[in-house]
């Protein structure tokens, strides 16, 4: 928490609003997907294309450092980078802006914690005749073919 007190007023505004024209540019480019293609390729060479690569395709680590964040405070922003599996360093910038606008709200927990959804499914499953064990040795997986391709697992 120190260090949200010492950073500069512009600092935080500054990455907020990255995030934001990020989150535009990258809803334009999905947008832009239903436009012919030739008008999208007039659209990228009016000045969009700078403008995506700008905004979603720099790394989110890059476009942090730009707004002269402390590494302590660049941590605490982009401690969810695990909810879209790749590292700050590599992941493009749009990838963490769309998470930001996801928690931004806050995070929400079910009543008894983490562990009352892995409860709630096991009874589910024993209510329909199934049933759940963990740490049981298993020497076969029984399989049948699946009518959409594959197979699907029938019992242990």
Known sequence: LRHFKSLKPTSLDMYYQKCQKARIVA????????????????????G????????????????????????????ALTYSWGDYGTPPSKSPFFAHAFMESHYEGGAFFPKGGSSSIGKTLIASLRRRGGEVFSCSPVDKILTESSKYGGYKAMGV
């Open 27 to 46: 809803y334009m480019a999905f947008a832009m997907k239903l436009l012919p293609p030739m008008a999208t390729k007039i659209c990228w060479k009016l």
């Open 48 to 75: 969009f294309g700078q403008l995506y690569k700008h905004y979603c395709l720099n790394t989110t680590w890059d476009v942090i450092k730009s707004c002269e964040l402390p590494d302590e405070v660049i941590g």
